[in-house]
């Protein structure tokens, strides 16, 4: 690995003897982490965990996560091990246990906003945000996957969700950076790294600070991160931050074997991740608390809202096809019923109304001539009835196919709609006729590769399945 020579020269001075061990470590292979949905399977106990969150787990070798039917269910996320140090900054600044509305500013593709959803209690919103468009399609296809529910993905600006004024008890601001941390694991980031470049990303990161900051509570926490070694996108950006706004620096505990490095300049707490010492990639992280600032308005009801409410007989038709029914208010927009939670539904007002609304929610149905078609994500969601729909329990090779968008063979279950899992985890949906079942699974999902060699019995062994390990 050839690094930039003024990269060399600033990472020595800032590591001094610890230098040669971190090249070596740059030398090395990437570790290989997952994190795992709780709410859909259970934990495995063969893994190594990765020591700051609850469900973070080493894998010894990196599988084909396309051929494993648990990862397209939403079982599991690929996720590197530093950047789940989130969940400490969580924790140990904020009470999860309250209803708290959450803003993930930069959530594409999704790693830390399905983080945040299971930290978060069920009575409380998240907003995941990406500006790219396309990358805001794949974070809304992720969080589906997930299937939380109390979930909304935009396509904006900072700016735009500047403009909410005091809405959010915590921001989330993963920044885009040089990318230093992701040397080892993206070669194309040391082509693109140079020195004008990380102050160009300064100055973007501190621009995203100034336009997002309206939208944090006073008494809110900001959990600022980049995965980049220079203390300019990192502390430097804090401190400046504490120079313009009215802040507080939030400390952590940690724990000495996480061997997390933690920074303090003028004030304001750090938290770096470098590969020599900590099994991940570079990280940083630090938590600050809004001291002052203006509160968000009185949300009433619009006279003629956005979100209008499905009909009495719309609602009968899927309402008993969710855990909780009376928890969600469900809504029609153009021929699809979508269930969003019925106690922020003044605030998500104001998101539809301000905001480019890419999904949200749990879409539930289609509707046509009185006919409900369950859609995707209600086959993915955690809030699914149990007994609402007949289940297919499907072997490996027949799971494969279902994701390949094949045809496929479900024994044992009644004519009508069918819910197509493995090792219990719901893929999707399954219409099954007197001699065929049609294949719901959406066509932009589906699994691209050819299955030929997969399929034959001698290699089908050697897929990683994660209730396996």
């Not at 090395?28 to 190594?48: D, E, F, G, Q, W």
């Not at 246990?97 to 069920?122: F, R």
């Not at 009508?416 to 949906?429: D, E, K, R, S, T």
Request: charged share 25%; hydrophobic share 40%; net charge negative.
């Amino acid at each position: 690995m050839q690094l930039p020579l003024s990269f060399q020269v600033r990472m020595q001075t800032q590591l001094e003897e610890d230098y040669p061990a971190f090249k070596q470590a740059l030398a090395s292979p990437s570790p290989i982490s997952i994190r795992v949905n709780a709410n859909k399977t259970s934990l495995p106990t063969s893994l190594t965990p990765v020591p700051w969150t609850e469900t973070g787990f080493y894998l010894s070798e990196r599988p084909s996560f396309t051929l494993d039917p648990m990862f397209h269910g939403g079982a599991y996320y690929v996720q590197e091990a530093s950047s789940m140090f989130l969940e400490q900054a969580l924790k140990q600044s904020v009470d999860l246990e309250e209803s708290l509305a959450v803003l993930d500013l930069c959530g594409a593709p999704g790693g830390k906003s399905t983080h945040i959803a299971s930290l978060l209690s069920e009575g409380s919103l998240l907003v995941a945000n990406e500006v790219i468009k396309p990358r805001a399609n794949i974070l809304a296809e992720n969080i589906q996957k997930w299937g939380s529910g109390n979930v909304v993905v935009t396509n904006n600006d900072p700016s735009h969700i500047g403009a909410l004024t005091g809405f959010f008890d915590v921001m989330v601001v993963d920044a885009p950076c040089s990318g230093e941390g992701m040397f080892r694991k993206d070669p194309d980031a040391i082509q693109e790294w140079s020195e004008a470049n990380v102050k160009l990303c300064s100055e973007r990161q501190r621009r995203i600070l100034m336009d997002v900051w309206d939208a944090l509570k006073p008494g809110g926490v900001l959990i600022y991160s980049t995965c980049t070694y220079n203390s300019e996108e990192n502390e430097e950006n804090l401190v400046w931050l504490s120079t313009q706004q009215d802040v507080e620096t939030v400390p952590l505990t940690l724990q000495p074997e996480w061997n997390v490095t933690e920074t303090q300049e003028q004030g304001m707490r750090g938290y770096r991740f470098y590969p020599h010492k900590t099994q991940g990639e570079g990280f940083f992280l630090a938590v600050v608390r809004k001291t002052e600032g203006d509160e968000a308005g009185t949300y009433r009801k619009s006279k003629r809202p956005y979100l209008v409410s499905a009909s009495k007989q719309e609602k009968a038709l899927v309402q008993d096809w969710l855990s909780e029914p009376g928890d969600w208010e469900i809504v029609k927009h153009k021929e699809t019923l979508r269930a969003l939670p019925k106690a922020w539904m003044l605030e998500l007002e104001q998101l539809y109304e301000n905001l480019r609304v890419v999904y949200g929610g749990i879409e539930l149905a289609e509707v046509m001539k009185n006919n409900a078609k369950p859609l995707p994500a209600l086959a993915l969601s955690q809030h699914l009835s149990a007994g609402a729909f007949p289940r297919a329990e499907v072997d490996l090779a027949t799971a494969l196919k279902f994701l390949h968008r094949e045809d496929v063979v479900l024994e044992d279950s009644a004519t009508g709609w069918v819910l197509v899992q493995f090792n219990g985890v719901p893929l999707g949906w399954g219409k099954k006729l007197q001699n065929r079942v049609n294949n719901h699974y959406p066509k932009e999902w589906r699994i691209r590769m050819s299955l030929d060699e997969v399929l034959k019995p001698e290699n089908l062994e050697k897929q990683f399945v994660l209730s396996n390990q």
